[in-house]
């Protein structure tokens, strides 16, 4: 299979067979590749297009990728990462807007209408839902302390684009993204 493959989707697959199959791909992309900027270039790919494989909401996605620990900066905050959509602030603090409170909390926010988000980023004034996951690694081997040392953030021009299916396998690629990449510390 060339690399490109791993990004098409058969036409009619249910949500849960197109994160099944970014899984998968991303499993194998990463496999023996720690490089994060090459990692979530490669996961923002997979993501993109299995939304667009799917009907809608899912298909109305207009913003899927990640921000990371700006390790430069001395306060905490965010700093965008690779991604698929329109161009995206630069940073966001710790605490701050969706993809900040999940950075802060450690805990996916599942947002059914931005509006209603107090301190909601309009980074696109098209996104009308939001998730967004943390990416989590212990702060030393064993520990049960963790750190946000990126996340996750999917954004969707119609309300209520999200829903349980979505943060679960988003939490796996969480999950397998954490182990897969050397994070800058
Ligand atoms: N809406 C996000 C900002 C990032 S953009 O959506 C890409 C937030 O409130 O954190």
Same mark, same amino acid.
């Given at each position: 299979? #060339?690399?490109?493959?791993?990004?098409?989707?058969?036409? &009619?697959? %249910?949500?849960?067979?197109?994160?099944? $199959?970014?899984?998968?791909m991303?499993e194998g992309l !990463?496999? &023996?590749?720690?490089?994060?900027?090459?990692?979530?270039?490669?996961?923002?790919?997979?993501?993109?297009?299995?939304?667009?494989?799917?009907?809608?909401? %899912?298909? $109305?996605?207009?913003? %899927?990728?990640?921000?990371?620990?700006?390790?430069?900066?001395?306060?905490? $905050?965010?700093?965008?990462?690779?991604?698929?959509?329109?161009?995206?602030?630069?940073? +966001?603090? !710790? &605490?701050?807007?969706?993809?900040?409170?999940?950075?802060?909390?450690?805990?996916?926010?599942?947002?059914?209408?931005?509006?209603?988000?107090?301190?909601? +980023?309009?980074?696109?004034?098209?996104?009308?839902?939001? #998730?967004?996951?943390?990416?989590? #690694?212990? #702060?030393?081997?064993?520990?049960?302390?963790?750190?946000?040392?990126? +996340?996750?953030?999917?954004?969707?021009?119609?309300?209520?684009?999200?829903?349980?299916?979505?943060?679960?396998?988003?939490?796996?690629?969480?999950?397998?993204?954490?182990?897969?990449?050397?994070?800058?510390?």
């Amino acid at each position: 299979m #060339v690399h490109a493959d791993a990004s098409n989707f058969a036409d &009619g697959v %249910s949500k849960q067979e197109a994160y099944e $199959q970014v899984l998968l791909m991303a499993e194998g992309l !990463f496999h &023996g590749q720690p490089n994060w900027v090459c990692n979530l270039s490669n996961a923002a790919s997979l993501l993109w297009h299995a939304y667009k494989s799917l009907p809608s909401p %899912s298909n $109305q996605v207009n913003w %899927s990728g990640f921000y990371v620990r700006d390790t430069a900066s001395s306060k905490p $905050q965010l700093i965008l990462g690779p991604f698929q959509g329109k161009v995206a602030c630069q940073t +966001i603090l !710790f &605490g701050e807007g969706v993809c900040g409170t999940a950075a802060e909390t450690q805990r996916t926010q599942l947002v059914r209408d931005v509006e209603a988000f107090p301190g909601h +980023i309009a980074c696109d004034g098209d996104s009308k839902s939001e #998730v967004v996951v943390p990416i989590l #690694v212990p #702060v030393a081997e064993g520990s049960d302390e963790k750190r946000t040392v990126a +996340i996750i953030d999917i954004d969707c021009a119609e309300l209520g684009g999200f829903d349980e299916v979505d943060q679960k396998f988003l939490e796996e690629l969480a999950a397998l993204l954490a182990k897969s990449c050397a994070w800058p510390q």
